[in-house]
């Protein structure tokens, strides 16, 4: 048995809203048999007979939809067009983990509300563990905290924009935030046109350089990079911008800022491009800006002790499926208004146990490495996992390993960790000890172009230690000295640069992707000075030299990573290997395909040797798996190597937009085959894989 609790329920939030204590009222009421129902989902395409047929709910609104009708175990009844999807209500409506909270709950009930901050929890059957869903059903960003707010800007505002100047000195973070005026979120489609960052000095840095810490758009989300929200130029009141970011309310965009920078400066306003395909909506977008060095998020905390939980828990975040790990006492996380989390507790003593490997063994055999372990007792299969650097992040390059051996064939060059983790009926075992492993075949090393002093190269258990002449590169022709491997095709060069002799600002150590071995060859570098990082090329055998991007000075050690695809050339720089930064633009040289990839280092002195201390050097050639497919019944089915499983399978509709509108589908990181509907009015579909 199951009844409606309210009047039809749409697409709006304050529908939502009342929602929350309708459920929570009929909790008396809900068990076995007889089921509360907050109607149905308006999630997808739920007006197909309308241009705008879009539910109106932004991103995090229908998350925070779904996991209410799960955690109070309302029934799930899809109200959109299935046959005319979209990837990310479909991730929505097949995660398993979240649709198992509805589907097999018990003891459903509201923990506590307090100012719109909302916590409900359920018991999971047959275990000591919780469900637990944080909800932040406030409309308010905490605004006392806000470098920066903007009045309401609407399509009457003189400009219909503000010019946003902020002191960020000495700040890690920034945030940008737009959200409504008044009207509801109909047709906020708001720009960060210009947004930069500025340095003591003058110069600047286009925020959209950087990389995202995360990001949000209350339609068609992501938010964009240089074009509007719908992929047009960014226009405001008729001028045309070049760079900044398109979004739409409620949007937040969080940034990790690096060090250096002094002021974000930008201007924010409507964008014009609803003027032409919905005039009539002119008169409805409204919007303001906000802009904070701390996080304008909402932090709801749930104690252990509420829950009757009095020991520590393992928390599983059941949206993005990944364990956040073990905490003591209570459980916290910030939320942007109208967000929310899905989550589940599991007390360490309810955990499965199995042991973790030991004695882990690596042996260099010319460009592989054999792997040896002991058993552990009741595993039935083995994970094998390789990383650049000691803690990872690890890619995993076999699974299913019934023995206790494996040869990793055709390793790059570099310095390589291993990790092995034992399975068993679907459980994980803690990663063993890491064993490390340095594969040196095919390096050669040699002095370029005309130096005053012969250079060296000494490689000691992973560590290169590169001493150099010579007077630059740069200009029409260098001197320095390279270390260096050829290389076929599309590779990423990985190195840490652990110390410099730092005799000259100018002295030069650094990765890059090399056409030959004359002085005058075209090339793409990445290095660090003592004065700078910095990004340069030779876009042309013989052709003078160019400064992409530069980085204001660091100490070491310091990260390196130089991508080539294709003929696109892409630069990160990091403290960490961890958070990388993306220097400048990719570069476009015309490379051809076999190149010579290295460390190169000079002295940028015709009399005195520098030396720099490279480690942690590794040349990974792209290695990214292909998707394929069949089609038959209506249905899509698409697969990838099994060697590959635990990579995010993701996709989208936009095919101009194939470098950033990607969202992942969930469960695919469990498996290496999914399959999809297809339908005549589904359009043209675009998959990759991304490792997680």
């Not at 906000?290 to 928390?315: H, K, Q, Y």
Request: charged share 15%; net charge negative.
């Amino acid at each position: 048995n199951q009844w409606r609790v309210s009047d039809d329920f749409w697409d709006v939030w304050s529908t939502l809203y009342e929602q929350f204590k309708r459920l929570h009222d009929w909790t008396p009421y809900r068990g076995p048999g007889y089921w509360p129902d907050g109607d149905m989902l308006p999630l997808g395409n739920i007006r197909t007979m309308q241009a705008d047929n879009w539910t109106r709910f932004t991103t995090n609104e229908q998350r925070t939809l779904l996991t209410t009708w799960c955690i109070a175990r309302s029934p799930l009844i899809m109200g959109g067009h299935l046959p005319n999807n979209d990837a990310f209500t479909l991730s929505l409506l097949t995660n398993q983990e979240v649709i198992a909270v509805n589907q097999a709950s018990a003891n459903n009930r509201q923990l506590f509300r307090q100012n719109d901050a909302i916590a409900w929890t359920a018991d999971v059957p047959a275990s000591t563990a919780k469900y637990v869903a944080l909800i932040n059903a406030s409309d308010d960003f905490n605004e006392s905290t806000a470098a920066f707010a903007s009045s309401v800007i609407t399509r009457s505002t003189s400009g219909r924009a503000t010019n946003i100047v902020v002191n960020i000195a000495g700040a890690t973070k920034l945030y940008l935030v737009v959200t409504d005026g008044g009207d509801y979120y109909g047709w906020d489609h708001a720009d960060w046109a210009l947004a930069r960052l500025m340095r003591s000095d003058g110069s600047s840095n286009r925020l959209g350089n950087l990389t995202w810490a995360s990001a949000t758009s209350g339609w068609n989300p992501p938010p964009k990079i240089n074009t509007s929200i719908e992929g047009n130029a960014l226009t405001i009141n008729g001028t045309s911008y070049t760079y900044g970011i398109g979004t739409h309310a409620a949007s937040v965009i969080e940034y990790d800022l690096p060090a250096g920078y002094t002021e974000f400066r930008a201007l924010a306003g409507l964008d014009d491009e609803i003027n032409a395909t919905v005039p009539a909506a002119a008169t409805n977008a409204t919007i303001r800006f906000l802009v904070f060095t701390n996080t304008p998020a909402r932090t709801i905390d749930v104690s252990f002790a509420s829950l009757g939980l009095n020991e520590p828990v393992v928390v599983r975040d059941l949206w993005t499926q990944q364990d956040l790990g073990t905490f003591t006492n209570s459980f916290a996380r910030p939320f942007a208004s109208h967000a929310s989390g899905l989550y589940k507790f599991t007390p360490v003593s309810a955990l499965p146990k199995i042991g973790a490997p030991q004695n882990l063994r690596a042996t260099v055999q010319s460009n592989q490495v054999a792997l040896t372990w002991s058993a552990v007792a009741g595993a039935e299969s083995y994970t094998v996992n390789r990383a650049i650097r000691s803690a990872g992040p690890f890619d995993t390059v076999a699974t299913g390993v019934t023995g206790t051996n494996f040869t990793d064939l055709a390793v790059p060059n570099g310095n390589w960790f291993y990790s092995v983790i034992a399975r068993q009926s679907g459980l994980a075992s803690a990663p063993s000890p890491e064993a490390s492993a340095f594969v040196e075949t095919a390096w050669d090393t040699l002095d370029i172009g005309a130096v005053q002093q012969e250079g060296n190269t000494v490689l000691n258990e992973g560590t290169f230690q590169i001493g150099a002449a010579g007077s630059d590169i740069w200009n029409t022709g260098d001197a320095f000295r390279f270390a260096f491997t050829p290389m076929t095709g599309d590779a990423t060069l990985i190195a840490r640069v652990r110390q410099q002799s730092g005799n000259d600002p100018w002295e030069k150590a650094g990765v890059m992707f090399r056409e030959s071995t004359n002085a005058n060859s075209a090339h793409a570098f990445l290095l660090l000075a003592p004065s700078a990082v910095s990004f340069q090329y030779r876009a042309t055998t013989g052709g003078g030299s160019s400064s992409s991007t530069n980085f204001p000075a660091v100490p070491t050690p310091y990260w390196l990573r130089l991508s080539r695809r294709g003929n696109q050339f892409t630069a990160h720089h990091s403290t960490n290997a961890t958070d990388w930064i993306q220097l400048g633009p990719p570069l476009t040289l015309a490379m051809s395909a076999m190149a010579l990839a290295g460390l190169a280092v000079t002295a940028h002195s015709s009399t005195t040797l520098g030396t720099a201390f490279f480690d942690q050097v590794s040349i990974r050639p792209d290695t990214s798996p292909i998707v394929s497919h069949t089609v038959g019944n209506g249905q899509l089915q698409l697969f990838w190597p099994a060697t590959h499983t635990g990579w995010w399978l993701e996709a989208q509709t936009n095919f101009a937009g194939l470098g950033t509108n990607w969202l992942s589908i969930a469960n695919s990181t469990v498996t290496n085959r999914i399959f999809a509907v297809t339908g005549a009015t589904q359009g043209g579909m675009f998959f990759r894989l991304r490792h997680p």
